[in-house]
Structures are given as C-alpha cells and as structure tokens.
C-alpha cells in the first residue's frame, strides 16, 4: 500500500521524494561501533628454579608496560612446588589491550648434602664397619657402599664409594661422594724378628701414630 501526500510518498520503512524527473530514496539505519582491544606483547621469563620446598612462579612483562596478566600452571592459578614441568600461560587482563604468551616453568630436583669422612687409613685385617661406611644426608634416604659392609681389604690404596637414594625421589636426585682409603699393613717384623707395631717408636708395642 503507497501513500501519497503531495509529491512526497510512503512505501513501507522506505521514504521516497520526487525531485524533478528523479526519484531520492531516503533510508534510516542503526548499528553499533566497536573498538577493538589494541594488541599487546608479553614476555615470559624466570622459567627455571630448583626444588627449595617453596612455591615458584614465572614471571612476565608486558608493552606496553606494567599490563595486569593472569599467569596459570597447567590451567590452574595454584602456583608448584614439586620438581616437574608446567605448562605456562600468560595472558593479559585490561579493557584496552589483549596478548597472551605461553612457555615451561621447570623445577629441578635438588641435590641433597652428603657428609662423609671416612679414615684415610685402616690396619689390614679390618672388616669395614659403621667406622668407616658412615656417611649421612641431610634428607631421608638409604647408602650404598663399594666396598661394602663386612668386606676384608688386603693392603692397598682403595676408593670408597656412597651412593645414597633419597626417600623422596620426585623432588630429590641421587648423588654419590668417593674417598681415597689405605689399607696398610698391621705390624711389621722388627731387625731382632720380634713383631713390633707400625708406627710403635718408643717400642711399647702400640702405634704411637
């Protein structure tokens, strides 16, 4: 249906205005404008750290700078504390700008503290014992010895071995120490045949060393 008032007509949503011999269609539109959220850079860093018991996260920049980011471990906020790899995102958080960059956060595992101390020296015919196979970790774990417990050395120049495990080994890694031992002679004859201690200078029949 038209409607004609004069030379101006309706048709629909459509205005229509005779001008001379041509006809000028007017039309009313609505729409919406959107600014889109300029792009930012973000720069992961401090992806490396080893197992302290403490919690470590990675650490990001952004340009322009100082834009709040949110930083998750395998899709959690939670920030790690045991040795392992985690997969890191960082993503930008503000009304102006967007960016995200992704990367590894890595833990290792930490070396425990061996303390050992064994004798440079033992008299042959000693059976090695908790004197000498002594050592201790600043960790729970165990000690494997080479030489080990109960073995008779005969005279020579020897390496001792403690591999210890750690108890907890997701977070701690094994490590070994090594130590020189002489194993020497008990006694040796004297110019007269009588048997005199190594080391007895007074002649008392005891190492005075």
Sequence with gaps: ???????????GDARRAAVGT??????????SLVIGK??????????????????HAAMATTIPATLPVVLT?????TLPVNAGSYAVTATVSDLRYKGAATGTLIIGKASPILTWLPPETIPAGT???????????????SFAYVPGFGRLL????????????PTD?????????????????????????????????DGDGKADL
């Design 127 to 141: 059976v090695l014992n908790e004197a000498q196979l002594n050592a201790r970790a600043d960790v729970p774990g």
């Design 38 to 55: 300029a792009s930012a850079t973000v720069t992961l860093w401090a992806l490396f750290a080893t197992y302290d018991r403490s919690a």
């Design 22 to 31: 041509e006809l000028i269609e007017r039309v009313t539109a609505t729409g």
């Design 1 to 11: 249906m038209v409607e004609r008032a004069g030379a101006l007509g309706y048709f």
């Design 73 to 77: 471990y395998d899709g959690s906020t």
């Design 154 to 165: 005969p005279v020579g120049n020897y390496t001792l071995s403690a591999t210890f495990t």
């Design 169 to 201: 080994t997701v977070n701690y890694s094994s490590v070994a120490a090594f130590y020189p031992m002489t194993v020497r002679p008990s006694a040796t004859p004297s110019a007269t045949g009588a048997v005199k201690a190594l080391g007895d200078f």
